[in-house]
């Protein structure tokens, strides 16, 4: 065995608009991994708005690990997370051991995309096997971490919502029956039912 010393970001939060109250809000990382989609560690954001993560080490991504929202107050969505100029919100950084990086700037905000709409079943299908899943037409952003692929139960009248979605230009819409629990993130049943799929952008 081979110790190594681990790696500590330091960066801090800012919005595009508004107020966040970020005594609430963790910031965490994520490995891009197939089939990880736990989360890795954890740093609280202070009052002044910074945060420390250590004990990191390989390819991570950065996202909000939690956030309590204020009663009647909007979510917030991650917008970009930017490092020397560079958007890394979608890119695994490599972090190598005993790094310090610093700078990390976390960019949050309210400005999302919203999508719904309604489920009509036919014949001797049942709609509460119905699963809406919203996913992009790029295959590179199929990954377990990634923010873009989305799956909704209809309710009982058959409408579905997704809110806080990232804009995007190649969003696919699909409709499936009595799916396994976690098969809508499956990149073989994303090809299966692409051609089949309605296109649009948000």
Sequence with gaps: LVGAKKAIVRGRVSVDEGTLPYSTMTISTQSPSSGARYIF?????KEDQTFEIRGLYGPQLF?????STPP?????????VMLNGVDIIDKPIEIQPGAVIEGL????????????????????????????????GDES?????TRFVRAARAEKDGT??????????????VTALQLEPGQFMDP??????????????L
């Design 41 to 45: 560690n954890q740093g609280r954001v």
């Design 63 to 67: 996202r909000m690990g939690g956030f």
């Design 72 to 80: 009647g107050g909007e979510p917030w969505m991650l917008k970009s």
């Design 105 to 136: 700037e976390m960019v949050f905000t309210q400005e999302a995309a919203e999508l719904s709409g309604t489920v009509t079943i036919s014949g001797d299908a049942r709609l509460e096997d119905a699963m809406i899943i919203l996913f992009p």
């Design 141 to 145: 952003l199929w990954r377990d971490s």
């Design 160 to 173: 579905y919502r997704f809110r806080m979605v990232p804009a995007h230009n190649d969003y696919l819409l």
């Design 188 to 201: 073989d049943f994303l090809k299966s039912v692409r051609d089949r799929a309605m296109r649009l952008s």
